[in-house]
């Protein structure tokens, strides 16, 4: 049954106003409608059903739990690029973005650290030669999307088997001082039969520099002198990477 309103058209009864001592619903947000259907999404088809910002959005959801992260997270996409650049992007560029604050930053760095730690225990203590396309998947998630260049060592015994990776220096943009007598009496200490040079840059371009191949020939040389191997030389860029040994420069 309807009702008149006041200029004369019917009212429908289901649209009247609610009686004083009625209550109404409260009305559901809708980014909450949306989060659950991100979330089916997700678990029907997983993160290869999703672009990169609403698998982005789903790593907001814990830091932001009232607000629609769609916003927030193709900002992030379209500042620096893919879920894997954001993931590593420096927590004070990070900040640049309106409504990234620390719980946001904190959650970003979780998730990167964790997939970087994943792929670590996929190569650690296994022959590395054996396991090389894993190797660098781990390179490529711990050096990749850093801006400043890292010079990191992969030491292996006898059997090929990585014992230790460490990063022997940090430099700058675009450089890294590398000192071969460090390389080659941190590989004694651990007893290494074996290393392995890695090194990114951060411009993205793996393409080594005349500068790369030399201090890479000066370390081969002063490993050699002890009967310690060097296998190769990869950088790691964001489009790639780039082995010493497949361009016969090792």
Same mark, same amino acid.
């Given at each position: 049954m309807g009702f008149k309103d006041e200029q004369g058209f019917d009212f429908p009864a289901d649209r009247q106003a609610a009686a004083p001592d009625q209550k109404i619903p409260a009305a559901k947000p809708d980014y909450l409608g949306h989060r659950e259907r991100l979330r089916k999404r997700f678990? #029907?088809?997983?993160?290869? /059903?999703?672009?990169?910002? %609403?698998?982005? !959005?789903?790593?907001?959801?814990? /830091? =932001?739990?009232? #607000?629609?992260?769609?916003? =927030?997270?193709?900002?992030?996409?379209?500042?620096?690029?893919?879920?894997?650049? $954001?993931?590593a992007a420096p927590a004070a560029r990070l900040k640049e973005i309106r409504g990234v604050g620390d719980k946001v930053v904190f959650e970003i760095k979780l998730i990167h650290a *964790? *997939?970087?730690? +994943?792929?670590?225990?996929?190569?650690l203590s296994k022959p590395a030669l054996t396991s090389w396309s894993a190797l660098i998947e781990y390179c490529t998630a711990a050096m990749a999307y850093d801006d400043r260049e890292q010079f990191r060592l992969l030491f292996l015994d006898r059997k090929n088997v990585l014992i230790a990776d460490e990063v022997q #220096?940090?430099?700058? $943009?675009?450089?890294?001082? $590398?000192?071969? @007598? !460090?390389? $080659?009496? @941190? /590989?004694? %200490?651990? *007893?290494? *039969? /074996?290393?392995? +040079?890695?090194h990114n840059h951060p411009s993205g371009d793996p393409t080594p520099s005349q500068t790369d191949i030399e201090m890479t020939r000066q370390i081969v040389d002063a490993a050699s002198k002890l009967t310690i191997t060097v296998h190769d030389h990869i950088i790691i860029g964001r489009s790639g990477h780039t082995s010493f040994k497949a361009l016969n420069l090792i």
């Open positions: 678990n #029907q088809g997983g993160a290869d /059903a999703m672009p990169d910002y %609403e698998l982005l !959005e789903l790593v907001l959801f814990r /830091a =932001i739990p009232r #607000q629609d992260t769609k916003p =927030i997270a193709k900002a992030l996409i379209s500042r620096f690029g893919t879920f894997g650049d $954001v993931l *964790s *997939s970087v730690r +994943l792929a670590r225990n996929t190569v #220096q940090r430099g700058t $943009v675009d450089h890294t001082p $590398v000192y071969p @007598r !460090e390389v $080659v009496k @941190r /590989a004694l %200490e651990l *007893s290494a *039969s /074996a290393i392995i +040079l890695v």
